[in-house]
Nanobody
Framework: QVQLVESGGGLVQAGGSLRLSCTASGRTFSRHLMGWFRQAPGKEREFVAA????????YYADSVKGRFTISRDNGKNTVYVQMNSLKPEDTAVYYC???????????????????WGRGTQVTVSS
């Protein structure tokens, strides 16, 4: 069982930056594909970014590509997403997720992820 705790959300003006963190429990962090998802009011939860266990591969939604950067520190059991040039449409609850190791996972699919954090609110004002 992996427990995930997000932090770093808040209120920021359009064009500003935030860095979200997600810290995981356990000793197998480096084995887990890690992802960030978000859910805006009245909308379904959507993929934002993902990173493989080694950090060697990253994946981004088109809507955040070039503005967000996902990274991880396996020594600290933590995954980050640096969010720059924020827009009002980035306003959402952001969730961290971890996937158990499996063959050829699809990092953008929510069903690949076995553990979820409780989320952190990001609000971007115009």
């Amino acid at each position: 069982q992996v427990q995930l705790v997000e932090s770093g959300g808040g209120l920021v003006q359009a064009g500003g930056s935030l860095r979200l963190s997600c810290t995981a429990s356990g000793r197998t962090f480096s084995r887990h594909l890690m992802g960030w998802f978000r859910q805006a009011p009245g909308k379904e939860r959507e993929f934002v970014a993902a990173i493989t266990g080694s950090g060697g591969s990253t994946y981004y939604a088109d809507s955040v590509k070039g503005r967000f950067t996902i990274s991880r520190d396996n020594g600290k059991n933590t995954v980050y997403v640096q969010m720059n040039s924020l827009k009002p449409e980035d306003t959402a609850v952001y969730y961290c997720a971890a996937a158990e190791p499996r063959y050829a996972p699809s990092p953008v699919k929510q069903y690949e992820y076995d553990y979820w954090g409780r989320g952190t609110q990001v609000t971007v004002s115009s």
